[in-house]
């Protein structure tokens, strides 16, 4: 197709479209011409803001003769705003114009918003949100509800939520009365599976809200009939929550934290990702509830908690917890995160090497991880001594069945001339011989005022020392040992000879064919503001190497996903994408079912908040961890709350 118009001028009618709410027009225009299709995808939002009644009315929806043509999808991720004021009156606005027209809006975020009566007929809203079959995750961001059965009503409205995140949620209503358990033990059954607990606020004692949250769902769940775990269909909102993630939570004492778990019957993994304190120390078993108990299936705990804790103790009485309740005897896949210096040990090291030596019999997956970007040192840690390094705390001898270990390493002042030092302490003492896989990564360091690079020449002496130790017996039914070096440096000529050289030090690994080993760079890309990777990667016996590509909103590159070499037992082919095709028939321009990737990826724009850094494991859920503050700043002054 022949355009009468250069592309600027297109553009520029697109953009209008986009800005008079025709995106019905833009998806349209996108499907008939090949030449439209990249100027229209760039108009498709993948992110919409609404603030307020008029911008929701803006998008057009009631086209005369529309209803055998094709119609936009809609965005992958709606945001709710009620800054300055607090008031959603468009929620209702939204849910009634848009339901069931979206059906690509997968997330739904609610932030900084007050849900008041007069603004919202609940009935219609929960109504009208039930049209939106397609969202599967629920961010609720300093929102106060009325009560706690507005927030369940919520949950069960969206027929198919899968994840829901609750940071700083407040309940004006307090405290919950006997009426309010009966009402919410009446809601329908929900699917949720991922529920992240967040407060960014820093306060010194319990919040009010969440104390009651716990202590409802607790109640509800001790009036629920035992029934074997394989059958739990019904009982509560949150009977098949299977993921749970906390973060910045201050619990009133043990008790309460056991009877939270105890809520959760179907809890698999707990990620506690930042500070959990409990007010009162130590712990009584006589506390936990025996109906319905501690859950049975839970078998993944992931520690974060570093020294920003107001009370190191609380990590000792986390441990003490897991121990004293048994929990730590069937934990299979167990996450630490170290303090980048791992010369000292403090009292939670300690601590969470009980924690190891306690799951001894049943751990099967161990990672532990030093490169934690919110590591901020703290006066108040308790050292142990000196001479009694961090590394020396996790002693994994008694693991006798463990098949995986990962290390992330980030470089220091005090680390820079011995990174590997911690990852051979902890490997020289392994004892297992069902170990299949070792993942390493050496990550350089950006934070303000500060870089440091990973220094090649002298983590080659260390690698020939990990080679060593990994030809040992012990380790002979390695199949996967990958290592990964970062650097913020960049990609030059001299990359691809330096894979070369550290391959050199891990030949005994090589020769085995069971090694995998990259190095990434990454530089500011001038014109996009954003960074971008370059990676070279020796992936065989043969020397072959692999170069490529990518972006990355953060300040490091994960490593790439390797080709493992011809000799390697688990060999796999990688997948292959199949290009689309060039033409399109008018026949797609009426046709009801929507693109899935009609969205254009495009960011928010103006409510895109530069400062703001996407964290993919701070407090956030399961599988899809998305940092909400990557999305749009929050209405509210985080000067002097912890940061991600």
């Known amino acids: 197709m022949v355009l009468p118009f250069p592309t600027e001028i297109w553009l520029d009618i697109f953009k209008g479209l986009a800005e008079e709410g025709e995106y019905d027009t833009l998806e349209r225009c996108r499907v008939v011409c090949r030449e439209f299709e990249p100027m229209a995808r760039e108009c498709l939002k993948s992110h919409i803001v609404f603030k307020s009644i008029e911008e ?27 800054w300055p004021r607090g008031a959603i009156p468009h929620l209702a606005t939204f849910a009634s114009r848009l339901g069931g027209r979206w059906p690509s809006v997968d997330t739904l975020n609610i932030i900084s918003a007050v849900w008041r009566a007069r603004d919202l007929d609940g009935d219609a809203v929960f109504r009208d949100l039930a049209r939106f079959s397609s969202i599967d995750r629920l961010f609720l961001d300093h929102v106060t509800f009325p009560s706690i059965l507005i927030l369940g009503r919520l949950l069960c409205a969206l027929p198919r939520l899968k994840s829901v995140n609750l940071t700083n949620v407040e309940f004006n209503q307090h405290p919950f009365d006997t009426a309010a358990i009966s009402r919410l033990r009446l809601l329908p059954d929900t699917q949720l599976e991922a529920l992240s607990l967040n407060y960014w606020v820093i306060n010194e004692k319990p919040n ?10 607790a109640a509800i769940s001790n009036r629920i009939s035992i029934v074997p775990l394989d059958e739990l269909t019904h009982g509560c909102l949150w009977s098949t929550v299977r993921s749970l993630q906390l973060c910045n939570i201050i619990f009133p004492s043990g008790a309460t934290f056991a009877r939270l778990l105890c809520a959760l019957p179907a809890l698999e993994d707990l990620d506690v990702s930042g500070p959990c304190t409990f007010m009162k120390q130590g712990f009584d078993l006589r506390s936990v509830p025996q109906r319905p108990g501690l859950p049975a299936r839970l078998a993944a705990v992931s520690l974060t908690t570093d020294g920003r804790q107001p009370d190191s103790r609380s990590v000792v009485d986390l441990v003490d917890f897991f121990i004293i309740t048994g929990i730590s005897s069937n934990l299979q896949s167990i996450m630490i995160g170290l303090p980048p210096s791992l010369r000292v040990a403090r009292e939670f090291d300690d601590a969470l090497g009980r924690l190891l030596k306690h799951s001894a019999q049943s751990l099967h997956h161990l990672s532990l991880d030093s490169s934690l970007p919110w590591w901020i040192s ?128 891990l030949s005994t690994l090589d020769a085995r064919g069971i090694l995998r080993l990259s190095r990434i760079g990454i530089h500011r890309e001038e014109g996009i503001d954003d960074w971008k990777g370059h990676a070279v990667e020796r992936v065989d016996a043969q020397d072959a190497m692999v170069t490529n590509e990518g972006t990355s909103a953060d300040t490091d590159v994960s490593p790439p996903t390797l080709m493992p070499s011809a000799t390697c037992a688990d060999a796999q082919a990688p997948s292959s994408s199949h290009p689309t095709s060039a033409g399109v028939s008018a026949e797609e321009a009426c046709d009801d079912e929507h ?47 912890i940061q991600t």
Not at 58 to 80: E, F, H, S
Not at 208 to 217: A, L, N, Q
Not at 597 to 618: E, I, N
């Open 56 to 82: 929701v009315e803006r998008i057009k929806v009631d086209i005369p003769g529309a209803n055998r043509m094709r119609r936009w999808g809609g965005p992958a991720t709606v945001l709710i705003m009620g």
């Open 595 to 641: 693109d899935a990737t009609a969205g254009c990826g495009a960011s928010l724009g103006d409510f895109v908040s530069d400062g703001h850094s996407a964290s993919a494991g701070a407090c956030l859920l399961t599988r899809e961890k998305v940092a909400l503050d990557a999305l749009l700043p929050i209405a509210v002054d985080r000067s002097t709350c």
């Open 378 to 505: 703290n006066d108040t840690d308790e050292w142990v001594h000196a001479g009694h390094s961090a590394a020396s705390c996790f002693d994994v001898s008694a693991n006798t069945c463990l098949k995986s270990i990962d290390f992330t390493v980030q470089v220091t002042p005090e680390n820079i001339s011995h990174l590997c030092a911690p990852v051979v302490e902890i490997l020289s003492q392994a004892t297992s011989k069902h170990i299949s896989k070792i993942q390493v990564n050496f990550k350089s360091c950006c934070q303000p005022g500060t870089t440091l690079y990973v220094d090649l020449g002298r983590l080659m002496d260390g690698l020939r020392q990990l080679d060593t130790i990994l030809s040992k017996p012990i380790f002979d039914n390695l199949t996967d040992v990958v290592v990964h070096v970062g650097t913020l440096r960049g990609s030059d000529v001299g990359d691809e000879y330096s894979v070369h050289d550290l391959r050199l030090c």
């Open 208 to 217: 009010p809200s969440f104390v009651e949250f716990v202590d409802i769902i």
